[in-house]
């Protein structure tokens, strides 16, 4: 019988390499550094947020002995595109921060963990029921916010208030901005503002101010082409006239405030989230001042209180207790939230905002300041986005894109994008 | 059964050594080797490329189980997108920009290298090295800070950058390629380096002078140096993402103008999570480079010249 020992040898041969490469690819969730459990905790920020989440995490692996933490943070940008690959790849971070749009998508996906089940480690009961509610899906707790925010008009204060123009108020319309920008453009020479054009978040906000919303209650979108060509004709024409930043400058946002016109010296204010402004303060030593969004023609609010980002925990975490822990240790210990202040929102846990408003100190403080402002005077949310919103955030600047380089007018391109967003809802 | 068993093994333990291995045996051993390779490009290459042919006609959007929906995301692609096909004619644009300028540009300092006397080592080190360095993702965003505006090229030519502006966005891109001449120069510099002197000698005693030896003697003798490294920088070219995708900070901005093709593909599959629209696109890609392909190898035939054919 020739072959016969070639054959058993071949055999062996490719159990051998089979082995090579199960031992290779297994052991990804079982990740042990020197005996310890460790977690991976991913989160989007600037290099202040960066800095206090590594103390606070220190603290804890000082409390738990046991588990290593290994972190990692990028820009907003970056952030969504790694996390989607990590998460379709079945490699999702242990302990990941996830924004409204991430949601529905990720727990329909199979890609979170549902967190009621650590019930014995990750308390919940210190955090306001409606805004637990807002990381559920289908009744299932998929993710825990981690504070609230707010949209608002950053500014840096000693430029606006020495070009003389009136500085903003409570309850400013649309026009009164358009105004203010137009002014400051002619007094200070340069742009008065970002162009809001581009932002998805700026559209929504002009939106509810006029009693619409971004989609509707079924997941569908609730606003017109013509809608749509109304607010990019007028940002545009602000742009024609050197009132915002021009396409130049817009282009290069990212989500990090580095990039927009008003952390390169190039414009005077900017439309933002309240919490990542706190990075204007390392860029513009002189201060900046947070003013409410402009509202509707007849006071309409369009601003609201949305849970600013939540923590959610790989449904393919090896650790799901250590990872809840971590969870449970950043929401609700008392000393990290000493540390962690307003980075994240104000604390959701509702001692710890009592306990810790009276130490906030610096932007922090200010964060806070401005929320209280608004306090009862906004309307309730909106509910979590459709899965599609993520991708139609991307198409929606692209889109403007268009219409800011003058290669499409404003009606050309709000149809294009009404198109496209109702084809990517529809899938 | 049993007693025809015994002699079997009987005959196999007493004449092991005597008979030569047989074909058998011989490509038994054969395929033993050759197994890491099998296996890898079994499990890494053809199985995936496999499933993702089957993606194609599917509306996978990574988390849901995928629904077969025939041909509607090529028809969809084809008909109904038009920034498919900005990407498609983006992408052309910079094959047509990039391939011509790299493939000059490593020509030109091959050219020169061959004729240098001294340092030639540490020259055709210092070009090759941008060819190591430049796929990096690190120099791609050098190169965007670059080319912005603030950056280098602003301040000394006051261009106001390049890369947000959409006439120019895509010439920083093709630029970064361009920068990574190397290999294709490395391999003219062998290609030049085999023609022999003595047709040059010819030539100069025909009264031939510099340029028309270049045109007379080089290029013909380097056609097929020169087909070869089409060909390759071509079907690179064709599937060009990190330069795009660093210097436009992964948005193909500004205003589209750097949304090449698998950039636009990454878009559709990771970000909007349409992977059966992403993998149509990949296949019809490899069906173009294929053809592109082929079209440069018929057109070889006029223009690519071997040296055992003038012997014919």
């Known amino acids: 019988m020739p072959g016969h020992r070639t054959k058993g040898f071949c055999a062996s041969a490719v159990a051998l390499a089979l082995c090579a490469l199960a031992a290779g690819c297994g052991g990804s969730g079982e990740s042990v550094g020197g005996g310890k459990v460790v977690l991976r905790y991913t989160w989007w920020g600037n290099p202040d947020r960066a800095e206090r989440t590594e103390q606070a995490v220190a603290l804890f692996e000082k409390q738990h002995p046991n588990v290593q933490v290994q972190t990692s943070f990028s820009g907003y940008d970056a952030y969504k595109q790694k996390l989607a690959v990590q998460a379709t790849g079945g490699d999702a971070p242990d302990v990941m921060q996830l924004d409204y749009r991430q949601i529905d998508q990720y727990a329909s996906g199979g890609v979170l963990l549902d967190l009621a089940k650590q019930k014995a480690v990750l308390r919940t009961s210190e955090i306001d029921s409606g805004l637990l509610a807002t990381g559920r899906v289908d009744g299932t707790q998929y993710a825990i916010p981690q504070g609230r925010g707010t949209e608002t008009v950053v500014y840096d204060v000693k430029t606006w208030k020495t070009s003389g123009v009136p500085l903003p108020a409570q309850g400013w319309t649309w026009d009164d901005w358009a105004r203010a920008v137009r002014a400051l453009e002619k007094k200070t020479g340069e742009p008065g503002a970002t162009d809001p054009g581009q932002s998805e978040d700026a559209f929504e906000v002009w939106l509810r101010g006029q009693g619409k919303a ?108 250590a990872a809840a822990q971590l969870v449970d240790f950043l929401l609700n210990d008392e000393d990290a939230a000493k540390i962690l202040g307003a980075t994240r929102g104000i604390p959701v846990n509702e001692t710890i905002r009592k306990e810790t408003a009276p130490l906030l100190k610096d932007f922090d403080k200010t964060a806070a300041d401005y929320q209280a402002s608004l306090e009862g005077k906004l309307k309730d949310p909106p509910q979590a986005p459709p899965s599609g919103d993520n991708a139609l955030q991307t198409t929606f600047q692209r889109d403007y894109d268009q219409v800011s ?21 529809r899938s | 059964m049993t007693t025809t068993a015994i002699p079997t093994g009987e005959k196999r333990a007493t004449a092991p050594t005597t008979k030569r291995p047989s074909k058998r045996e011989r490509q038994g051993a054969a395929w033993v080797f050759l197994s890491p ?72 300092v091959a050219l020169a290298l061959k004729s240098m006397k001294r340092g030639k080592a540490f020259y055709r080190s210092a070009f090759y090295a941008p060819s190591l360095l430049g796929a990096s993702m690190s120099i791609a965003l050098v190169w965007r800070a670059v080319f912005n505006d603030g950056g280098t090229v602003d301040n000394l030519f006051g261009t106001g950058g390049w890369v947000n502006r959409p006439g120019w966005a895509l010439l920083a891109v093709a630029l970064l390629t361009v920068w990574q001449f190397g290999a294709p120069m490395v391999i003219f510099l062998a290609g030049l380096q085999q023609i022999p002197a003595e047709l040059y000698e010819a030539a100069a005693v025909d009264g031939a002078g510099t340029w028309r030896q270049f045109l007379s003697v080089t290029v013909p003798m380097l056609s097929p140096v020169l087909f070869f490294n089409l060909v390759l920088q071509t079907i690179q070219a064709f599937q060009v993402f990190t330069p795009a995708f660093a210097v436009s900070a992964g948005k193909g901005g500004p205003a589209d103008s750097t949304l090449v093709y698998t950039m636009y593909l990454y878009d559709r599959g990771f970000v909007a999570s349409h992977m059966g629209y992403a993998s149509a696109m990949a296949w019809v890609l490899l069906l173009v480079i294929g053809v592109v392909t082929a079209v440069l190898f018929r057109t070889s035939r006029s223009w690519v010249f071997y040296a055992s054919e003038g012997d014919r």
């Open chain 1, 214 to 321: 971004l989609y509707t209650k079924e997941g569908g979108l609730g606003f017109t082409a013509a809608d749509l060509t109304k607010w990019w004709t007028f940002t545009d024409r602000l742009r024609r006239e050197g009132a915002v930043s021009p396409a130049g400058q817009t282009t290069q946002l990212d989500g990090s405030v580095e990039n927009t016109p008003l952390g390169r010296g190039k414009a005077v204010s900017d439309t933002n989230w309240d919490a990542p402004s706190s990075g204007y303060l390392a860029i513009i030593p002189t201060g900046i001042a947070l003013a409410p969004m402009p509202s509707g023609s007849d006071g309409t609010p369009g601003q609201y209180f949305k849970p600013s980002m939540f923590l959610g925990v790989s449904a393919h975490t090896g650790h799901a207790e």
């Open chain 1, 405 to 425: 380089y003058e290669r499409m007018t404003p009606r050309e391109a709000a149809e294009n994008y009404v198109t496209e967003a109702k084809a990517e809802l």
């Open chain 2, 37 to 108: 390779w099998v296996l890898g490009a079994t499990v890494l290459t053809l199985l995936p490329m496999a499933v993702s042919l089957y993606l194609s006609f599917t509306d996978y959007n990574l988390f849901d189980p995928p629904h077969w929906v025939g041909l509607r995301n090529y028809t969809q692609m084809f008909t109904e997108d038009p920034r498919y096909w900005r990407s498609v004619t983006t992408t052309l644009m910079y094959v047509v920009i990039a391939v011509p300028l790299q493939l000059a540009l490593a020509l030109v």
